[in-house]
């Protein structure tokens, strides 16, 4: 005898939690089960322990997704006005850090206990360290699972990306979906630092631990933030936010002094005995790495031995200058996955399958990847409350 629930859903992280709370409280009977002992770890360990939980500015071009379009209809039934206002509900303080991102001012356990309370008020049963082993669907979905057989009308799956596997990541809900004949699309570690060749993690070494304010570029994305050089690579949120669009053998383009016209600041310091380097850093980059970097480019000298063309040359260089990376850090270091369950084959008004009635899927397991600062939490809201009015 399996038990019965109208609703199952597997992965009780932000989406999971989300769909729970938005089912029950519609009076549907609803179960959520996670294999991890712990709760929502990575709203846990987000936003250094604080939670980005979403973004002043979210909107769909924030998004990255096979179908740009995808995203519209489920952030405006649930829009971060809409978490915000609920996140006041509970009196949780909260701040704005910077470009919109609203942090916790005390905990990102706040979160956790605020969605975990409204899936109590939809008398949600949750039961975690479950294993489901076996997924079937006659006309309904049966889970065998650690807990036994359990039945329902409704599944929705909610179990995430690859990112961080040391704390519960697994690729269920992709071979899930393929087990239901969805297509899943190229996935990559996204939001993440990345590799440099080996000459060039020697050649930049010395800058490891610096950053400064650049517009990091990659292919027609580009971020003004700032860029931090590591013993093995670039970070930092410029870098994390064009990762999401680099592709492997491609080259990254930093403007190294965005909005400063270094022409006319050369110009005027012309025949100056200043030293180039302290120029630079008087134009905003750390002294280190002006050092650094100039010496890397032949110019460790005063402004008045700059000519006329190798100053034309700085100005490019500085303004274009390029980086291959590697590779990427991977999922070990990696925010989310880009890539997940082709958005082809989901209702965006719902996120139900088209070909497989009853059977949804929200959040970061779905091909739609946010920028960095809150956006893929708002992903995970507004696709969790969604599914949760549908199923
Ligand atoms: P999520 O990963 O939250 O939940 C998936 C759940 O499914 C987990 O509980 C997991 O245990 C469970 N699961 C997996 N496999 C299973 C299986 N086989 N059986 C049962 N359960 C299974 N975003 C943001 O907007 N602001 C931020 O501040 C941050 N900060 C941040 C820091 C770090 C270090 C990381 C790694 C990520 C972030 N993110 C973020 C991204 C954000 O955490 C992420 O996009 C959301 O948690 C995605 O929500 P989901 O519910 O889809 O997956």
Same mark, same amino acid.
């Given at each position: 005898?399996?038990?019965?629930?109208?609703?199952?859903?597997?992965?009780?992280?932000?989406?999971?939690?989300?769909?729970?709370?938005?089912?029950?409280?519609?009076?549907?009977?609803?179960?959520?089960?996670?294999?991890?002992?712990?709760?929502?770890?990575?709203?846990?360990?987000?936003?250094?322990?604080?939670?980005?939980?979403?973004?002043?500015?979210?909107?769909?071009?924030?998004?990255?997704?096979?179908?740009?379009?995808?995203?519209?209809?489920?952030?405006?039934?649930?829009?971060?006005?809409?978490?915000?206002?609920?996140?006041?509900?509970?009196?949780?303080?909260?701040?704005?850090?910077?470009?919109?991102?609203?942090?916790?001012?005390?905990?990102?356990?706040?979160?956790?206990?605020?969605?975990?309370?409204?899936?109590?008020?939809?008398?949600?049963?949750?039961?975690?360290?479950?294993?489901?082993?076996?997924?079937?669907?006659?006309?309904?979905?049966?889970?065998?699972?650690?807990?036994?057989?359990?039945?329902?009308?409704?599944?929705?799956?909610?179990?995430?990306?690859?990112?961080?596997?040391?704390?519960?990541?697994?690729?269920?809900?992709?071979?899930?979906?393929?087990?239901?004949?969805?297509?899943?699309?190229?996935?990559?570690?996204?939001?993440?630092?990345?590799?440099?060749?080996?000459?060039?993690?020697?050649?930049?070494?010395?800058? &490891? !631990?610096? +950053? /400064?304010?650049?517009?990091?570029?990659? #292919?027609?994305?580009?971020?003004? $933030?700032? =860029?931090?050089?590591?013993?093995?690579?670039?970070?930092?949120?410029?870098?994390?936010?064009?990762?999401?669009?680099?592709? &492997? !053998?491609? +080259? /990254?383009?930093?403007?190294?002094?965005? #909005?400063?016209?270094?022409?006319? $600041?050369? =110009?005027?310091?012309?025949?100056?005995?200043?030293?180039?380097?302290?120029?630079?850093?008087?134009?905003?980059?750390?002294?280190?790495?002006?050092?650094?970097?100039?010496?890397?480019?032949?110019?460790?000298?005063?402004?008045? $031995?700059?000519?006329?063309?190798?100053?034309?040359?700085?100005?490019?260089?500085?303004?274009?200058?390029?980086?291959?990376?590697?590779?990427?850090?991977?999922?070990?270091?990696?925010?989310?996955?880009?890539?997940?369950?082709?958005?082809?084959?989901?209702?965006?008004?719902?996120?139900?399958?088209?070909?497989?009635?009853?059977?949804?899927?929200?959040?970061?397991?779905?091909?739609?990847?946010?920028?960095?600062?809150?956006?893929?939490?708002?992903?995970?809201?507004?696709?969790?409350?969604?599914?949760?009015?549908?199923?």
């Amino acid at each position: 005898m399996s038990r019965y629930f109208d609703v199952i859903i597997i992965g009780a992280g932000a989406a999971g939690l989300m769909a729970a709370a938005s089912a029950g409280q519609r009076g549907r009977r609803v179960l959520l089960i996670d294999h991890a002992v712990k709760l929502a770890e990575k709203i846990r360990i987000s936003g250094g322990g604080r939670c980005n939980f979403t973004n002043l500015n979210v909107r769909p071009e924030c998004y990255l997704s096979a179908n740009p379009h995808y995203v519209r209809s489920a952030l405006a039934q649930y829009s971060q006005h809409d978490f915000i206002a609920l996140v006041e509900r509970y009196g949780i303080a909260y701040h704005e850090k910077t470009l919109g991102q609203l942090f916790c001012d005390e905990s990102s356990q706040q979160i956790i206990d605020m969605l975990d309370a409204e899936c109590r008020t939809g008398n949600v049963e949750r039961v975690m360290g479950v294993i489901v082993d076996e997924v079937g669907r006659s006309d309904r979905f049966i889970l065998k699972t650690s807990l036994g057989e359990l039945a329902s009308e409704s599944l929705v799956v909610a179990t995430g990306g690859l990112s961080i596997p040391q704390i519960g990541a697994t690729p269920f809900g992709y071979r899930l979906a393929e087990q239901f004949g969805q297509t899943v699309t190229e996935l990559a570690p996204a939001l993440v630092p990345l590799t440099f060749h080996v000459e060039d993690a020697e050649r930049f070494a010395p800058l &490891a !631990g610096i +950053a /400064l304010d650049v517009e990091a570029r990659a #292919g027609k994305a580009k971020f003004r $933030e700032n =860029a931090l050089f590591t013993h093995k690579g670039v970070s930092g949120p410029a870098i994390l936010q064009v990762s999401s669009y680099w592709q &492997a !053998g491609e +080259a /990254l383009t930093l403007d190294l002094l965005p #909005g400063v016209n270094l022409d006319a $600041e050369l =110009a005027e310091r012309e025949g100056s005995e200043q030293k180039l380097a302290n120029t630079m850093a008087e134009l905003g980059w750390p002294k280190r790495f002006a050092e650094v970097w100039l010496a890397g480019q032949g110019l460790d000298i005063r402004v008045r $031995e700059l000519s006329a063309k190798r100053s034309r040359q700085l100005v490019e260089a500085v303004a274009r200058w390029s980086l291959l990376p590697n590779g990427t850090q991977g999922y070990k270091k990696a925010e989310v996955t880009r890539g997940g369950i082709d958005t082809k084959q989901l209702d965006s008004k719902t996120m139900m399958s088209k070909s497989v009635p009853g059977l949804f899927f929200v959040g970061e397991v779905v091909d739609v990847t946010g920028w960095l600062g809150g956006y893929n939490f708002q992903w995970a809201w507004s696709s969790g409350y969604v599914a949760g009015q549908h199923c």
